[in-house]
Every structure is written in C-alpha cells, then in structure tokens.
C-alpha cells in the first residue's frame, strides 16, 4: 500500500485584512466621536460659592483710530487728557486690580497703543490690547 503524500504547490494562505481595516475604522470613529461627547463633569462635587458681595472690577475700554484720535468707551477724548480720564475709572486704592482693553485700528501705529499701555500700566491697571480691521 503505498500512500502518496500530496505536495502543495508553493501556496501561501493569504488572510484578506480590508474588512477587518474597515471595521476598525468604524470603531475608532465611534470612540473619537463618543470621547467628544462625554460630560467631563462626571465627579459631583460641592464647590464653595463667594457671597454677593465680593467686588469686581469692570473693564474700561479704550479704543485708537487710524487718525490717532482715542475714545474711552464711546466717548472721544483728548489724548493729553487720557490720563486724569482714565483716573476716574481707575481707582489707585481699591484691593481689585482693574484692567483696561485697547482696541486699536489695524493701521494704528503702534506708538499711540504703547503710550495708552503705559498710562494705563501707570494707574495700576492691567492691559490687553486687541486689533480689528481690515484684512
């Protein structure tokens, strides 16, 4: 009796991975976009609440034109008078640091912001200063 082994031919069992590349492309999705979802708020915690009468400060808003004119608020000013206008809304004493917000014009040279920083700065305040205009 004479058994014959059978020889493959140099075959090689390939596994297609495209559905499997598939499916863990849906997954990852899923995951990105439930993580997104998630409440990061999870944890319910009591937080101490400050009483109404804590004092803060509102901001002043100073803002320069392309022609160098300056206005607190809505109000034009005087730029020699920025600083005594700028003395009312900013008290040297208070315990609360006030800021001041510049919005300058995109074609305001920047001197004029600095200098308005600077007595700004030398009130007390903090500064930020911001630019709009035209692209």
């Known amino acids: 009796m004479s058994l014959r082994t059978r020889r493959f031919r140099d075959e090689h069992s390939d596994v297609d991975t495209g559905p499997l590349n598939d499916i863990l492309f849906i997954l990852l999705m899923f995951f990105l976009m439930i993580?997104?979802?998630?409440?990061?708020?999870?944890?319910?915690m009591s937080v101490p609440r400050a009483k109404?009468?804590?004092?803060?400060?509102?901001?002043?808003?100073?803002?320069?034109?392309?022609?160098?004119?300056?206005?607190?608020?809505?109000?034009?000013?005087?730029?020699?008078?920025?600083?005594?206008?700028?003395?009312?809304?900013?008290?040297?004493g208070d315990s609360v640091k006030p800021a001041v917000v510049i919005n300058a014009d995109s074609v305001t040279q920047w001197g004029e912001v600095v200098r308005v920083m600077k007595v700004a700065r030398k009130l007390g305040a903090t500064t930020s200063a911001t630019v709009s205009g035209q692209d």
């Open 52 to 92: 109404s009468d804590t004092k803060q400060k509102q901001s002043v808003v100073v803002s320069v034109d392309k022609n160098k004119q300056i206005y607190v608020g809505s109000k034009k000013i005087i730029p020699d008078s920025l600083e005594s206008i700028l003395r009312k809304y900013i008290n040297e």
């Open 35 to 44: 993580s997104t979802l998630a409440n990061p708020n999870v944890i319910k």
